[in-house]
C-alpha cells in the first residue's frame, strides 16, 4: 500500500477529516471530532510505513499474536490502539479492514446526534 491509497481510503469514509494537531508530520484522520487512524509522514518517505489504528482490545491482542507487524500502539493508548507496519506481513486487504475497525469503534462512540448528521452526508 502506498501512501495515496491509504489516504485516499481513510478520506473515503463519510464525515472523515484531516488534522495535523501534533507537529506538521503526523497526519491524523478524525470521525466526529475523535481520532480514529494516524502516520508519521516522514516515515512513509523513509520506507518504513506504519499506521496507529484503533482496535477493540481483544481482537487487538489476537492481532498481536498472529502478526510480528501489529504492535501496541505507539505514543498511544496499549490497549486500545495497534500500530501496524504497512507492507510487511500485514496485506493491504487487512490494513483496509483494520481501518475501517477503527473508523466503526469510534463512529459508535459518537452521539446518536453526531452519528445522525454523519451518516446524512454525501460522500
Not at 480514529?36 to 482490545?57: H, I, M, R, T, Y
Amino acid at each position: 500500500m502506498n501512501l495515496e491509497t491509504y489516504y485516499e481510503y481513510c478520506l473515503s469514509k463519510k464525515g472523515v477529516t484531516e488534522h495535523f494537531p501534533f507537529d506538521e508530520d503526523t497526519l491524523v484522520f478524525k470521525v466526529g471530532g475523535k481520532m480514529f487512524a494516524l502516520s508519521s509522514l516522514s516515515q512513509w518517505e523513509k520506507g518504513q510505513p506504519s499506521v496507529n489504528l484503533k482496535c477493540d482490545p481483544e481482537h487487538a491482542q489476537e492481532l498481536r499474536a498472529e502478526y510480528d507487524d501489529i504492535q501496541p500502539g505507539f505514543h498511544m493508548s496499549k490497549t486500545h490502539w495497534n500500530t501496524i507496519a504497512v507492507n510487511e506481513s500485514v496485506s493491504d486487504a487487512l490494513v483496509k479492514e483494520l481501518v475501517d475497525h477503527s473508523y466503526e469503534l469510534v463512529f459508535k462512540s459518537l452521539t446518536k446526534k453526531l452519528q445522525s448528521g454523519i451518516q446524512e452526508l454525501e460522500n
